[in-house]
């Protein structure tokens, strides 16, 4: 593990405004992987272009069982959602969320569901495998919800990646678990197969950073360590490409894919990896729950402290497990106006174990 880390002073929680805690900025691998290993099994593609698809983690069945919670969770705010009429599928229908369909307000990261779907062994598996160990936290991320063909959602593609570039090498791995069908018309996640490597190469020169139209606001954090690439209006291959000598570079050595993927499988991708979401423009609703883990090593005390607190007060955090925990404690403003179904606490609550405060990084291991 990198001993080049800086943390910031001690920090104390306030009411109602997102902070980040446990902010660090380490500058090589976290983990020594072996270059040469050949594993057998999809560590061999990650580790080779830095994304994988991982194929039925969990049964159709169980992901027809998140896809229609997730549904029903929307029907719980009673504002008129109704999965079978799409004249429903307006903001005025639906919890506010960001671009058009990811939510993690209204403490959704710690709805029962979002926990159920942590604890799947064999997600957790996937994780154990990565880093080597069983002694893993995890973040308390956000869902995504899409309805296709939305009118009232100006949508554009958004090439970024989730890891500040003051952070080198690989410092976490983000993963969603796939719900619903998710074929070429239904939009999701387009990844750039091989870009995490070329991230020092690609930020070696200055960037423009949340640049875009749709980007988050700066106060936002799993995004203010994002950084834009250079705005594009097609969303095309070059989404990523500017005029400069090393993305020129970077356009032929790494290239844009939509992973395409059924219910019940798993998609990684090293948080280098230059990627956007798709809106879906099918008949199909896109249902996916973000999880991300790594070794409770790497967390210091003002990190696990953060957990704790976020965790307690059914707040959700960014991808980061185990540092730049940031505080999802904002509240959802609907025209201008605290949205009048806020909530502070999740609708169908975790049981909680000591399994799951591990997992937390509420207990230790
Ligand atoms: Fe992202």
């Known amino acids: 593990m990198s001993t080049t880390a800086t943390t910031t002073k001690a920090k104390t929680f306030e009411e109602g405004k997102s902070q980040t805690f446990g902010e660090r900025y380490e500058t090589k691998d976290l983990i020594t992987f072996d270059e040469n290993a050949v ?29 229609d919670k997730q549904i029903q969770w929307l029907k719980n705010f009673d504002l008129g959602f109704d999965e079978k009429d799409p004249s429903t599928w307006t903001a005025d229908h639906l919890p506010v969320s960001f671009k058009g369909g ?7 990261a710690h709805e029962k569901m979002s926990w159920e779907a942590r604890m799947e062994p064999a997600v ?18 956000g869902m995504n919800i899409s309805m296709p063909k939305r009118t009232d959602v100006q949508w554009s593609p958004w090439p970024h990646c989730d890891q500040n570039p003051r952070r080198k090498g690989m410092q976490a791995v983000q993963g969603l678990l796939n719900y619903s069908p998710n074929g ?3 939009g999701g996640l387009i990844l750039m197969k091989g870009s995490a490597k070329l991230f020092n190469e690609f930020f070696a020169e200055k960037r423009d950073s949340a640049d875009h139209e749709d980007a988050p606001r700066r106060s936002w954090s799993s995004w203010t360590c994002s950084s834009s690439a250079r705005r594009t209006s ?13 993305t020129t570079r970077t356009r032929t050595r790494a290239d844009w894919s939509l992973f395409a ?15 956007y979401a798709k809106f879906p423009e099918g008949d199909q609703i896109r249902n996916v729950q973000y999880i991300c883990m790594t070794p409770r090593q790497f967390a210091d005390e003002e990190a696990l402290k953060a ?39 999740p609708f169908e609550k975790p049981e909680v174990t000591d399994d799951m405060l591990r997992l937390a990084g509420i207990k230790p291991y």
């Open 184 to 186: 070429e018309n239904d």
């Open 261 to 275: 993927v059924e219910p019940g499988d798993f998609v990684l991708w090293d948080s280098r990896t230059m990627h």
């Open 39 to 67: 594993y057998g099994d999809w560590r061999d593609e990650f580790h080779k272009n830095g994304c994988v698809v991982i194929k039925n983690v969990i049964t159709p069945e169980k992901a027809q069982y998140y896809a």
């Open 124 to 141: 957790r598996d996937i994780f154990a495998k990565l880093w080597g160990t069983n002694e893993l936290i995890c973040s308390f991320d």
């Open 307 to 345: 957990k704790k607190w976020c965790f307690e007060n059914y707040v959700g955090t960014t991808h980061w497990p185990h540092c730049n925990v940031r505080s999802a404690a904002e509240k959802p403003m609907r025209n201008g106006e605290l949205c009048p179904k806020y909530r502070t606490e």
């Open 102 to 108: 990811m939510y993690f307000l209204y403490g959704s």
């Open 234 to 246: 097609s969303g095309s291959k070059t989404a990523a490409a500017s005029s400069s000598r090393s």
